[in-house]
């Protein structure tokens, strides 16, 4: 078989190349390895950006995002028993993040993709990946038993942080970092706690209320990283959210819903820097990986996808591989600027097992700045929205 561009994964990133160079007329054949129905329910974040939002409608992918997305105007930033209002749009000129689960955003790519008859074939695992100097890759993929050799001129690895794409390529300048915490994520039935998302910092660790559905809600809790979803009790998870988003005027949490899912969400942060090497590309998780808080991954991921469709369609169609060299670079702009507020974040949020009384008089004292200085929350909203 043979194909102009191989993207390896089927998740945002795969499938957003596979749709933007399909209507530039460049073939694709996407690969992804599990089955239609872990992927589009396989439940991930849920904020899109500003810039992310524009982009999906721009492309011919916003109609139920613009029917079913909850557009957020601020967020709530809760310590020490209060809360406080960051007013994103009123800080940024009226940008805002819209609420859109990310299995959502694949099912639109995912029949835009069969709509558009392309191939995308699940249950397909790359199991070699050639790419010998000097000649065009080639990879080897398994479906049902049967092995295909595909041969193309370029291979994108938009398959995760344990890319086959990413180990194919020697020499890898990479970054990372660990947190010794990780997220216990559940799916509640019920209303919204609150109209906007509610990042708590509490002595007994950071919690988010995020929402999906008005009668579906997304929450969050701090939690040992060798957690396992089956540790913790409906009731155990029910004290605990209560308590961390108690407020001192005692205004009622409403926690009481059917918890429908749990899992474990993990936290590290993680960049290579070597996003090209010759006719191999890396985008999304396969290359970057920041901890949730601020909830970037999917928006960054999608970024990466906006600077190298064009690229890969000048290489392809004409020959001229410029943007293709730009690309690492200019991404990784983007990419290290997330890097940083993530992280940032995350430490303003958690409780950091390691800080001193010092460190923890630092971090109270940054969250106050944040809902007293107008400048400190602007920087803050400014970053959130992208
Ligand atoms: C969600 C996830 C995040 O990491 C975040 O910062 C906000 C919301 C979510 O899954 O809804």
């Known amino acids: 078989m043979r194909t102009e561009v191989a993207i390896v994964g089927g998740g945002p990133a795969g499938l957003l190349l596979a749709h933007l160079?399909?209507?530039?007329?460049?073939?694709?054949?996407?690969?992804?390895?599990?089955?239609?129905?872990?992927v589009e329910h396989t439940i991930r974040a849920g904020v899109l950006e500003q810039g992310t939002?524009?982009?999906?409608?721009?492309?011919?992918?916003?109609?139920r995002l613009s029917r079913d997305g909850v557009v957020h105007h601020g967020i709530e930033?809760?310590?020490?028993?209060?809360?406080?209002?960051?007013?994103?749009?009123e800080l940024t000129g009226g940008r805002a993040i819209t609420l859109y689960p990310q299995h959502e955003v694949l099912r639109d790519l995912i029949s835009a993709r069969l709509v558009a008859g392309g191939p995308l074939l699940f249950g397909a695992r790359v199991t070699h990946l050639d790419n010998s100097p000097g000649r065009l890759p080639r990879l080897r993929y398994e479906q049902q038993g049967i092995e295909t050799t595909l041969n193309c001129d370029f291979v994108v690895?938009?398959?995760?942080?344990?890319?086959?794409?990413?180990?194919?390529?020697?020499?890898r300048r990479e970054f990372q970092t660990t947190y010794p915490f990780a997220w216990y994520g559940i799916l509640q039935e019920g209303p919204p706690l609150a109209p906007e998302l509610i990042y708590t910092h509490h002595a007994r660790g950071f919690a988010l209320a995020s929402t999906r559905t008005p009668s579906l809600q997304r929450l969050y809790l701090q939690c040992p990283p060798d957690t396992q979803s089956e540790d913790w009790s409906d009731a155990h998870i029910r004290h605990e959210l209560g308590l961390r988003l108690a407020t001192a005027d005692g205004a009622p949490i409403t926690c009481c819903?059917?918890?429908?899912?749990?899992?474990?969400?993990?936290?590290?942060?993680?960049?290579?820097?070597?996003?090209?090497?010759?006719?191999?590309?890396?985008?999304?998780?396969?290359?970057?990986?920041v901890p949730p808080t601020g909830a970037k991954g999917m928006n960054l991921a999608l970024n990466d996808i906006r600077l190298l469709a064009p690229a890969l369609v000048s290489a392809v169609r004409h020959g001229d591989d410029q943007l293709l060299q730009q690309y690492p670079a200019d991404s990784l702009v983007r990419i290290w600027r997330a890097q940083r507020f993530s992280g940032w974040m995350t430490r303003l949020l958690h409780q950091m097992e390691d800080a001193d009384p010092y460190q923890q008089r630092l971090q109270q004292t940054e969250l106050e700045r944040l809902v007293s200085s107008r400048a400190a929350a602007l920087a803050l909203a400014e970053e959130y929205v992208g």
């Open 77 to 89: 930033l809760r310590f020490g028993g209060r809360g406080h209002r960051i007013p994103l749009s």
């Open 21 to 38: 160079l399909h209507q530039a007329g460049v073939a694709t054949v996407v690969l992804e390895q599990r089955s239609r129905e872990a």
């Open 53 to 63: 939002v524009d982009l999906l409608g721009a492309t011919g992918l916003g109609e």
């Open 157 to 171: 690895g938009c398959d995760g942080f344990h890319s086959i794409v990413r180990s194919a390529i020697p020499q």
């Open 257 to 289: 819903g059917k918890i429908i899912q749990k899992d474990v969400v993990a936290m590290r942060s993680f960049v290579c820097e070597t996003m090209r090497h010759g006719r191999l590309l890396l985008a999304g998780d396969a290359a970057h990986i």
